[in-house]
């Protein structure tokens, strides 16, 4: 098919995907609530009849009983054709305070040539953008001139760890295996210009707990001697980076980044940064972004200001996020942490640590036939502008899950998203326009794909 009937059809199947998505959107599928739950059940049943309408086989799994539900399925392509995985996920991010919403989060609405609400982009679009690709080769006989054999994975955990991926990859490697595989969960490097992902950090999470006293005592009665809590947590955390702000923690790994530019102004805009505050670390900002360990304090368990008391505080606890660049393990990170927590835990103070989670760094060597075959998919729907190859800085762990279990399959990461998307936040909203190219040149990979 040439790219003009793709154009054409796309075009023509746009506003059936707006009504799909927004379908989609008001399903509360929020897979950290246990009291939504029966929401979660009813995307994957709407997402599988969606997929099952195109003329797939699909069935709902699960690793075992109670488990998230995902959708499977698959629609065979001409003989001798590549196999091509679609992946996305139906489950989504509570949307928190309904007040920080200037439109409901559960009801759909266009602003400014945006679609506003939870899952909007973050990956209901994902999951609508592999429909799209399909009906672009539908013929108003009803049989279809899909190029390639595709099948779908459609996640249903992916916003709490995917914990049983591995089981279900396990489980169903056979009716999973593909030439390709193509994860729309990223996205893209700014409106108008398309990118391919290439590497992710990794996650560690740790709880580190520390005691100086057995119980609370009066402050003006020890202090001086007796160290608090509060004191030793806190520099032991100012421990964990240097004067420039760069984690301090040896043996982390670090490595380059693509020679990426990303504008000051553009930067502060993104980034929320408050006026005035520096930027930490040394090296490019894609280095610190993308592939170089990033440390943060994402908690604390201490009294509140409000109503504290002259008392020494026994016990104080900080959780850790270590963000670890593409080359290093979680096996390495954690060692790597907990020897530096040991090292630098000031006074003697009683030191306890707990690994919360990890997820795996990822790096992809984009090369070959089906990276070109993408590249070109993407400079055709974006109207001559190339895909950049993107570091992001987040960390998708299953990625490094597909990698391991279909090491002979070429993985595409592609996605929906900009970077003012906001997904996990409130108004998260996908940009109309730039789907539209997202669904063209997913129906110009799968063309280039059977070559």
């Known amino acids: 098919m040439d790219s003009t009937d793709l154009r054409a059809r796309v075009t023509d199947v746009l506003p059936g995907l707006r009504t799909d998505l927004e379908d989609l959107v008001r399903i509360q599928s929020v897979s950290a609530d246990p009291e939504r739950l029966s929401e979660v059940e009813k995307s994957a049943q709407r997402t599988a009849e969606l997929f099952a309408a195109e003329g797939l086989e699909v069935e709902i799994v699960r690793a075992f009983e109670g488990a998230p539900p995902a959708v499977i399925g698959e629609r065979k392509g001409p003989e001798g054709a590549p196999t091509v995985l679609l992946y996305a996920h139906h489950d989504v991010q509570p949307e928190n305070d309904h007040a920080d919403w200037t439109s409901p989060p559960w009801e759909p609405t ?113 202090g001086g001697l007796v ?36 504008p000051e102004e553009r930067l502060r805009a993104e980034s929320g940064a408050a006026p005035g505050i520096e930027w930490i670390g040394s090296g490019s900002t894609v280095e610190r972004l993308w592939t170089k360990p990033a440390l943060s304090i994402t908690g604390l368990d201490a009294p509140k200001v409000a109503g504290a008391s002259n008392t020494l505080v026994p016990m104080a606890r900080a959780r850790i996020s270590l963000r670890i660049a593409p080359g290093d393990t979680t096996d390495n990170a954690v060692a790597c942490l907990q020897a530096h927590l040991e090292k630098h835990v000031p006074w003697g103070a009683t030191l306890t640590t707990t690994v919360v989670d990890t997820g795996e760094a990822t790096a992809i060597e984009a090369s070959g036939p089906a990276y070109d075959a993408a ?47 906001r997904a996990h936040g409130a108004n998260e909203g996908l940009h109309l326009e730039e789907f539209a190219k997202v669904v063209l040149a997913e129906a110009l990979l799968l063309r280039n794909l059977a070559g």
Request: no cysteine; net charge negative.
């Open 375 to 421: 590249r070109a998919a993407f400079t055709e729907a974006w109207d001559g502008t190339a895909p950049i190859d993107m570091g992001v800085g987040g960390s998708i762990p299953f990625i490094a899950e597909f990698l391991e279990s279909f090491p002979r399959a070429s993985v595409l990461v592609t996605g929906v998203e900009d970077p003012d998307t």
């Open 227 to 262: 160290p608090d809590s509060l004191m030793t947590l806190a520099r032991l955390i100012s421990s964990l980076h240097d004067d420039q702000g760069n984690v301090a923690i040896e043996g982390l790994h670090a490595g380059p980044a693509a020679d990426v530019d990303y």
């Open 110 to 222: 266009e602003r400014e040539g945006r679609l506003y609400g939870r899952g909007a982009a973050d990956d209901k679009a994902g999951i609508i953008a592999h429909i799209g690709a399909l009906r672009a080769f539908a013929r108003p006989d009803g049989h279809s001139d899909l190029p390639v054999t595709v099948k779908i994975f459609i996640e249903g955990e992916e916003e709490v760890g995917s914990d049983t991926l591995p089981a279900l990859l396990q489980a169903y490697r056979d009716r999973l295996e593909a030439d390709v595989i193509v994860i729309a969960d990223s996205g893209n490097w700014d409106i108008g210009v398309p990118a391919l992902t290439t590497s992710l950090r990794g996650l560690v999470r740790m709880d580190v707990e520390v005691r100086t006293l057995s119980h609370a005592v009066h402050s003006g009665m020890w």
